[in-house]
Structures are given as structure tokens and as C-alpha cells.
């Protein structure tokens, strides 16, 4: 079954240090993996994703993700954090078991809270 | 803004009431979602229509119902709903199903059912 961990329910850091947001994920075959994020009161912004080629995505608002096959995961990371990064994100793989209607679906993680103080 | 408006914003009704809530896209896509967030649970995807038909029901209860009239606009049709349906309702669309598309999601409606 396709599926998708993100390991920590919170994850604190200081301001100006870098951050990691953990994903790892299991698939039959190749995936394409996403990270979205949720400023409270608002839906779901994407940030980034991954297809294919260059192991080391670069997306939004300075955020960029490594997908390492071997392991299996897809970790969220800045090299210095915002206080305004401060939100709940989410990893997500594209369900492509291929057949019926399932081939565009999203399987989400249960989210990350990113805690970023001054 | 992500091309993706949602109305209402926030919504309060009894039991007894029926309501709509409402989607409308402006990317020219082709596929259009609702999904769930509850407290503390994954985002549960609903509905997912294709070029205005439906491809997927994940077994949703039949107090909700769906309708996608074009491809630009889809509404989720509400009525006596439950406590426990108070939630997040999110909707998304992507240009298609297939492939590695990406989703791009409105603001949400809040839902309190009393």
C-alpha cells in the first residue's frame, strides 16, 4: 500500500539556524513526492515537488527538499529559518497504482507543526 | 493566491439544515477535489471529478453530495449533517489525473455543525 510518514508531530528551532522537516514514503514504484505548507486559517500552499533527475529540489520562500531513493525519504529543509516559517506542513506522494480514478490522488502525511522562535 | 477561491469562508448550521458550499478554479484545469481536514487526523481526499465526471467516491456518506457542473466550478452539497463532520473542507484542482501534476488548493471552508 502506497503510504507516507512524517516521523515528528512537532519540530522547534531558533531562528536563523537551519531546519529539517522529515518524509519518508512507500511506494510500488517510482513516485512523485510533494511538500505543501499551512499558515493557520488558510489551505494548502505548495512549495515543492519532485519528478525526476536532480536528487535536491529547490522551491519556494527558500525551502528545498532531497529525495534519497535508498532511504526512501523526502526531507523538507532551509538553511536558516523564519520566524514566519512557523506553520503546519505536510508531505505528500501521488498514488500511482494506475488504475480507475486513483492515479491523481494525493496521499497526505499527517503534517508537521514547525515551531520557529526569535 | 493560488487561483483557487472558496466560498464561504467559515459556515455555522443545525442538524437539520441544508447548505452548499462552493469552488471555483481559475487555472484552467481539468480535475477538481474535495478533501476533509479534521483535528489531528490526515487530510481525507472525498471526491475527485474529471472533466466534470466523478472518477473516485471514497466511501463518503450520502449527506454529502457533490456536483461539477464545468470544469471551473464544484460544489459540495450539504444537509443533515453530524456533529463530527465539522471540519476544514478544502478543494483543489490539477491540470489532469495523470502524471505528476500538482494540486493547488483553496483557502477552505470552515464547517461547525451544531
Known amino acids: 500500500a502506497q503510504s507516507v510518514a512524517q516521523p515528528e508531530d512537532q519540530v522547534n528551532v531558533a531562528e536563523g539556524n537551519p531546519l529539517t522537516v522529515k518524509c519518508t514514503y512507500s511506494v510500488s514504484g517510482n513516485p512523485y513526492l510533494f511538500w505543501y505548507v499551512q499558515y493557520p486559517n488558510r489551505g494548502l500552499q505548495f512549495l515543492l515537488k519532485y519528478i525526476t533527475g536532480d536528487n535536491l529540489v529547490k522551491g519556494s520562500y527558500g525551502f528545498e527538499a532531497e529525495f534519497n531513493k535508498s532511504q526512501t525519504s523526502f526531507h523538507l529543509k532551509k538553511p536558516s529559518a523564519l520566524v514566519s516559517d512557523s506553520a503546519l506542513y505536510f508531505c505528500a506522494v501521488r498514488d500511482m497504482r494506475g488504475y480507475g480514478g486513483s492515479q491523481g490522488n494525493l496521499i497526505f502525511g499527517k503534517g508537521t507543526k514547525l515551531s520557529v522562535k526569535p | 493566491e493560488t487561483g483557487v477561491t472558496q466560498t464561504p469562508r467559515h459556515l455555522v448550521m443545525g442538524m437539520t439544515n441544508k447548505k452548499s458550499l462552493k469552488c471555483e478554479q481559475h487555472?484552467?484545469?481539468?480535475?477538481m477535489y474535495w478533501y476533509k481536514q479534521s483535528a489531528k487526523k490526515p487530510l481525507e481526499l472525498m471526491f475527485v471529478?474529471?472533466?466534470?465526471?466523478?472518477?473516485e467516491n471514497n466511501s463518503v456518506p450520502s449527506r454529502f453530495s457533490p456536483e461539477c457542473p464545468n470544469s471551473s466550478h464544484l460544489f459540495l452539497h450539504l444537509h443533515t449533517l453530524q456533529p463530527e463532520d465539522s471540519a476544514l473542507y478544502l478543494c483543489a484542482s490539477s491540470q489532469d489525473l495523470q502524471g505528476p501534476d500538482t494540486q493547488y488548493f483553496g483557502p477552505g471552508t470552515r464547517l461547525t455543525v451544531l
Open positions: 487555472l484552467g484545469h481539468n480535475a
Open positions: 471529478y474529471s472533466l466534470e465526471e466523478r472518477v
